[in-house]
């Protein structure tokens, strides 16, 4: 047990959930903080194979979402927007950018996707953020965090390095899990009942990288208002593609092929159900104000 700070109301956040690692939870604001901490051996249970079928189709229908609405809060200005991707994974928003004609570069300490990176033409610096080579003399038109924000634990230091790095007019992108979410809900439920293996899902305990923060939408502005960023807009996100979600839950190698399948049917039945619940994963949209 440690004592949290809540980084957006500074209180004492109070022990929420025992997993893997300890869970807190700010009484005020309802920011939720872990104990753990980033692996840099990057060395992870998930099958890579298993975790591309499911996901992408997803994923790039999702940052189709997320450029439309930028371009249209940049008063269809695409061709001259430079943007930066902070942890850029697998690449496929750099790759979906490329598609649609959006001048972004990416930055990434892990070198698992610099193949893809390679056959796709994507301009990815190999490191973490803040870094000399991506340094930008002018300031990007917009900095976007595809699920990488939530794991990041010194967020003060970030949020002031962005300030720098994004234009006074520009836009900081964040898409990530929130804590209001129906399955995060679900998960919370059942950990009063000692079923707790959603919840350390959900918080990615048993990857290298797990979540540090699980916002809302209330926490996350005012964090980000506590350093001059205006919220300009928001928007959910689809976190289940129904057609894959066996390849999904293969993707964690402790799941079996018989475990995938019930989860698939029970998740299929819920359908129409998920589909008009609270969203997991938003998107927001900041602006710096001048
Ligand atoms: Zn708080």
């Known amino acids: ?30 920011l939720q903080t872990s104990d753990a901490s980033f692996d840099l051996s990057f060395k992870s249970s998930l099958r890579e194979d298993n975790r591309e079928a499911g996901l992408k189709k997803l994923r790039f229908a999702n ?27 697998n690449g496929w928003w750099l790759k979906v950018c490329q598609e649609n004609q959006i001048d972004c570069i990416g930055i990434e300490p892990e070198d698992s996707f610099r193949k893809y990176y390679q056959e796709n033409n994507l301009n990815v610096v190999a490191g973490f953020y803040p870094n000399e080579a991506t340094k930008s003399l002018d300031g990007y038109d ?29 836009i900081l992108i964040i898409n990530l899990p929130i804590s209001t979410g129906f399955f995060y809900k679900i998960a ?46 928001s928007m959910r996100l689809e976190s289940l593609d129904f057609s894959s979600i066996k390849e999904r839950i293969m993707a964690d190698k402790k799941n079996s092929r018989l475990k995938a399948s ?21 998107v927001f949209y900041f602006c710096q104000n001048p």
Do not use: A
């Not at 940052?63 to 994974?89: A, H, M, P, Y």
């Open 262 to 282: 019930i989860f698939s049917l029970g998740i299929q039945l819920l359908k129409p159900f998920i589909l008009n619940s609270k969203p997991d994963i938003k």
């Open 63 to 89: 940052f189709e979402l997320i450029q439309k609405k930028l371009i249209q809060i940049l008063n269809n200005r695409k061709k001259q927007i430079v943007g930066l991707e902070i942890g850029s994974g």
């Open 1 to 30: 047990m440690k004592d949290i700070t809540c980084i957006v109301c500074g209180n004492q956040q109070k022990i929420r959930h025992k997993l893997k690692f300890y869970v807190y939870k700010c009484p005020t604001c309802h």
């Open 142 to 170: 917009f900095i976007i965090f595809n699920d990488v924000f939530e794991h990041i634990s010194d967020l003060d230091s970030l949020i002031l390095n962005l300030k720098k790095d994004i234009k006074p007019n520009g």
């Open 188 to 233: 919370e439920f059942l950990g009063i009942f000692g079923i707790k293996s959603f919840l350390n899902r959900l918080w990615q305990f048993d990857f290298h990288s797990p979540h540090i923060n699980y916002f809302n939408d209330d926490n996350l502005t005012n964090l980000l208002k506590k350093y001059n960023f205006k919220l300009l807009d």
